[in-house]
């Protein structure tokens, strides 16, 4: 990877920093918010170095990564953050950024009636929230 | 007494028996349960990125109309009680956000609504030694762990219903029926929630990590109060199994049908909203 100092002026940082309300630059990479995360074994960057890339502008590594449609915003890494940021709000704050394009990743065809018939109505009703 | 009770959209149908057996219970330890009347759906997720008050309007409307009929909401179900909970926590401290909302709804609201958990009730009205004394079918002998997940802890600032590292209503609530609460290390550990729908091996991952936990430290049962969590442990239990080759199967169930039978309101379990048979001895 190379890292450009262009990278930091686009708007990409100042978006996230919006959506989320978190000060990005908060983040010492201690790690803390990644040994916690109980998804994190599925993902393909760690949530740490999600904050790291977002602080670097490295827009397209965090938009196409798995990580940031993984979270499920259990709070457990914000709980732990010693520095007080919320990393959910931030992959929340990411994944509006695409969303808001008019993109979906979640479509209701296909889940099958039995798994429909069964499934508590919640769990739906987050996924539209969280997918589209 | 009577305590105003917002049951949420999954509690009327899936979790049927979550909604029966609360009722049920409550009645007997003498709290009416009193259905909020023209409630929404709370929208199963509380919005994390600062701008999206459309996502709040539903939670909010129905904090607004029951602060109009009570001081004190009921809540049973994790999600609706995160939601709601957090959205009034909002309404009361961001005045430039209550005030669009409430503008947007024509109402006025102060954020003074107290949410509460049912199981805060059963702590703080009841009392588990109170509650002890009703306990008519004991369950000692019992091994149940307690499985809180994320939403009824998390944020603890906001939420500040239990310590967020080492909870414990739980297992005062289980040692009041006269079980035994055992301690494992995922019992306050995300079960993958949603991603059941786009991602479900994650969730039969967690769930496998979760229960042979439990299991290993010698559980019968699983408790619980988030309908989603319910499912996400007791669903899988066949996926497991099949991916396993084998898998000691554990019933999972809402910590108000144990609390229906352990006052003697029932027999036996809805079998028809259980995937592993819900038979505790």
């Known amino acids: 990877m190379k890292l450009e100092s262009k990278k930091l002026k686009t708007d990409f940082i100042k978006k996230v920093e919006e959506l989320s309300g978190q000060n990005l630059y908060a983040c010492y990479q201690c790690g803390k918010c990644s040994a916690g995360c109980p998804i994190v074994d599925s993902m393909d960057i760690l949530p740490n170095q999600i904050a790291r890339l977002i602080q670097f502008g490295e827009e397209r590594e965090v938009l196409d990564s798995k990580t940031i449609w993984l979270c499920a915003a259990c709070l457990q890494c914000m709980n732990r953050c010693p520095k007080g940021v919320d990393i959910a709000r931030i992959m929340d704050a990411v994944r509006n950024i695409i969303l808001r394009k008019g993109l979906e990743k979640f479509k209701i065809t296909g889940l099958g009636d039995d798994f429909m018939n069964k499934i508590p109505q919640q769990a739906l009703v987050s996924a539209f929230r969280k997918y589209t | ?281």
């Open chain 2, 1 to 281: 007494m009577k305590i105003l009770f917002y049951p949420g959209c999954t509690l009327t149908q899936k979790a049927k028996n979550f909604y029966d057996t609360a009722v049920a219970g409550f009645k007997e330890l003498g709290i009416e349960l009193e259905e909020l009347k023209n409630w929404y759906c709370c929208q199963a997720d509380f919005s994390l990125v600062t701008d999206n008050l459309m996502a709040m309007l539903a939670a909010s409307r129905n904090l607004v109309s029951a602060r109009k009929e009570a001081a004190e909401l009921a809540v049973s179900c994790s999600t609706c009680y995160n939601v709601l909970k957090r959205t009034n926590h909002l309404l009361k401290n961001d005045d430039a956000k209550r005030k669009a909302i409430t503008d947007f709804l024509e109402e006025k609201y102060d954020g003074s609504l107290k949410v509460l958990h049912l199981l805060e009730i059963l702590r703080d009205n009841v009392g588990f030694e109170n509650l002890a004394k009703k306990v008519k079918n004991s369950l000692a002998g019992l091994k149940i762990a307690p499985y809180y997940g994320c939403l009824l802890l998390r944020p603890d600032d906001e939420m500040q219903f239990d310590n967020p590292e080492n909870p414990a209503i739980f297992e005062d609530f289980i040692h009041a029926l006269g079980a035994e609460a055992v301690d494992y290390a995922h019992k306050s550990e995300c079960c993958g929630s949603y991603l059941l729908i786009p991602s479900r091996d994650v969730v039969v991952a967690r769930a496998d990590k979760i229960l042979s936990n439990a299991i290993d430290k010698g559980a019968n049962l699983v408790i619980t109060s988030c309908p989603l969590c319910q499912f996400n442990l007791d669903w899988t239990q066949e996926l497991i199994k099949k991916q396993k080759g084998s898998f000691p199967t554990i019933p999972v169930f809402y910590f108000t049908e144990l609390l229906a039978y352990a006052l003697g309101l029932i027999k036996d379990f809805d079998k028809e909203r259980h995937f592993v048979p819900p038979i505790i001895r």
